[in-house]
C-alpha cells in the first residue's frame, strides 16, 4: 500500500539527528515538523526568515503574522529567531543547514532534480530550492513515485528544466527510500505491504535491488 503524505513525512523524520538544523520545502515536507522524534532538539528553518519553527499551529495558537515560506501558518518554539531573508540566505548558501527535505517533479539517476516548472502549468515557481541545493549536502527528497497516469518520476534523465545537478543523494516516495549513487538507484526499503516488483515497473532510471528489502517501520 502507498504511502499516505504523513506516512512520508514520518519516515523522514527518523532522519532527525539531534542538534541538526533543517530546512523543510513547500508541500510534504513542511509535515515533517509535526513528527520530529519526542526529547530530540531539531531548529527548524525557513527561508523567509525563521529559525525554530513548531508544529502547525491549533486555532488557539494561530498568529497570521506567523508564516513558513509557503505562507502556511506556523508556531515559534522556545529559542526560536525571526530575521530578514538576506540572512536566512546567507545560512543556506554558507552550508549551514545539516539536513534539507524537498518536494520535486523528477529526480533521475545522477541526482539531477527538477522541481520548480513545467511548461504550460501555473507552478509557485523556484522559491528558495536554488540555493538549497546549491549550499546543502545531505537532501531528501519526497514524492508521489509516479504521476497520477502512472509515468515514472525517477528518471534516467530529466525531462523538465532543473533546479540543480547531481546535488541529490536520497530520495522518499509514496512506495520507497532509494539513495542515489554511481548513477544508479539503489533500493534501500519499500513502503509495507508493496512489492519489489511494483517498485521496478514504475522505476525508469535503473534500479539495484539488493537480495533482501526491509519494509518501512514507523
Known amino acids: ?3 499516505s503524505r504523513e506516512q512520508i513525512a514520518m519516515r523522514v523524520a527518523q532522519e532527525l539527528q539531534d542538534g541538526y538544523y533543517v530546512n523543510l520545502g513547500i508541500g510534504i515536507p513542511t509535515l515533517v515538523a509535526n513528527y520530529v522524534p519526542d526529547g530530540m532538539e531539531v531548529m527548524l528553518q525557513s527561508e523567509n526568515g525563521l529559525l525554530g519553527m513548531g508544529q502547525f499551529p491549533t486555532e488557539d495558537e494561530l498568529d497570521a503574522d506567523m508564516i513558513n515560506a509557503g505562507k502556511q501558518t506556523v508556531t515559534a518554539i522556545t529559542g526560536a529567531s525571526i530575521f530578514d531573508s538576506a540572512e536566512s540566505f546567507a545560512m543556506i548558501r554558507g552550508g549551514h543547514v545539516d539536513l534539507t ?3 520535486a517533479f523528477e529526480v533521475d539517476v545522477n541526482g539531477n532534480i527538477a522541481s520548480y516548472m513545467i511548461p504550460g502549468k501555473l507552478i509557485k515557481g523556484m522559491g528558495g530550492a536554488m540555493d538549497l541545493v546549491a549550499g546543502a549536502d545531505n537532501i531528501i527528497v519526497t514524492m508521489t513515485h509516479a504521476s497520477k497516469h502512472g509515468d515514472s518520476k525517477l528518471l534516467p534523465a530529466c525531462t523538465l528544466p532543473l533546479t540543480g545537478k547531481g546535488c541529490i543523494k536520497k530520495v522518499l516516495t509514496d512506495l520507497a527510500f532509494i539513495e542515489i549513487k554511481d548513477s544508479k538507484f539503489h533500493l534501500l526499503e519499500r513502503a509495507p505491504g ?10 525508469a532510471g535503473e534500479l539495484v535491488v539488493p537480495e533482501h528489502v526491509p519494509e518501512m517501520s514507523f
Not at 195 to 203: A, P
Request: overall charge negative; cysteine-free.
Open 1 to 3: 500500500m502507498a504511502l
Open 101 to 103: 527535505v524537498l518536494g
Open 194 to 203: 508493496v512489492y519489489v516488483e511494483e517498485i521496478v515497473k514504475l522505476t
